[in-house]
């Protein structure tokens, strides 16, 4: 199965269970006409604009994922809050060279923007040898060794950036200088 049909499934799955969800909200109990004009007078009368259900997540992040520590990662956290994308490789020299300006990005944003690093097309220790060796330990990285993520963000090659703004919609991508990757991340916020 192609990684492409993979999340095809998996978005159909989701869209099914969500229909399934959705349609047994309303109870067991039928209901009389009569009913639900009240169980609308009582609902906006007392509606004041807040609700208890977290917010649907953004396609952008429907996703979850390992770090390459071996926890699990829901890319749902993210929501709400300018992301930057970094997509590497270990055994890439343009990858490595990246380093220093995500550790600067890091430094000059981490406290407004989150930052994750996505390796692919790596073996576990080599990718935890680029982690110290670039040292950019402080920012989440993921192992996506199989190409999901992306796949998902339309990334075909390693040392590129996808910037997305807190609405998950992405805002520049591409191999950006880190004054570009500052430039486009000091805009959105």
């Not at 009569?34 to 609308?40: I, L, Q, V, W």
């Not at 990718?127 to 402080?138: A, N, P, Y």
């Amino acid at each position: 199965m192609t990684t492409r049909s993979r999340l095809f499934s998996k978005s159909l799955a989701f869209a099914l269970t969500a229909m399934f969800a959705l349609s047994a909200c309303g109870g067991g109990e039928a209901e009389s006409p009569d009913s639900s004009a009240e169980e609308n007078d009582r609902s906006s009368s007392s509606d004041t604009g807040s609700s208890d259900a977290p917010a649907p997540t953004v396609e952008a992040y429907d996703f979850t994922a390992t770090t390459v520590d071996g926890e699990e990662f829901d890319g749902a956290q993210l929501q709400g809050s300018p992301t930057v994308l970094w997509f590497w490789a270990s055994w890439c020299p343009k990858c490595r060279a990246q380093g220093p300006d995500v550790r600067q990005l890091h430094s000059d944003h981490g406290d407004s923007i989150d930052i994750v690093g996505i390796a692919g097309l790596n073996s576990g220790n080599d990718m935890q040898d680029f982690i110290d060796s670039t040292d950019t330990g402080d920012v989440t990285h993921l192992d996506d060794d199989a190409g999901d993520l992306w796949v998902k963000f339309d990334v075909t090659s390693q040392s590129e950036y996808v910037v997305l703004d807190a609405d998950g919609e992405v805002v520049d991508s591409g191999t950006l200088s880190g004054e570009e990757l500052d430039s486009s991340v000091s805009d959105l916020y």
